[in-house]
């Protein structure tokens, strides 16, 4: 059974809490992160293939957290 290949564009937003270790809060950890995500999906009658690049197109991090340059995420889903 032949799939279909779409592009598809989504956003993700990000929000991460500050570290603590022994009851300290790391003050240089967490904030927020809008993803800007292109990627491709191949999709049949009972499976979705995809794959995306989340590109940061905004941070608002705590104090020197580091920042994402980008990230590859890929799944795999299966209908049932």
């Known amino acids: 059974m032949p799939g279909f290949l779409y592009g598809v564009i989504e956003t993700n937003l990000l929000y ?3 570290n603590e270790a ?3 809060e790391d ?4 904030g ?3 993803f800007l995500s292109p990627g491709v999906q191949y999709v049949t009658r ?3 293939l995809e794959a995306v690049v989340q ?5 608002d ?4 957290a580091l920042e994402d340059d980008f990230t590859v995420r890929a799944g795999f889903r299966f209908n049932f």
């Open 22 to 24: 022994g009851g300290i």
């Open 32 to 34: 927020v992160t809008l």
């Open 61 to 64: 991090l705590n104090g020197t």
């Open 55 to 59: 590109w940061p197109a905004f941070q």
């Open 27 to 30: 003050p240089n950890s967490g």
């Open 46 to 48: 009972r499976w979705v």
């Open 16 to 18: 991460q809490d500050k």
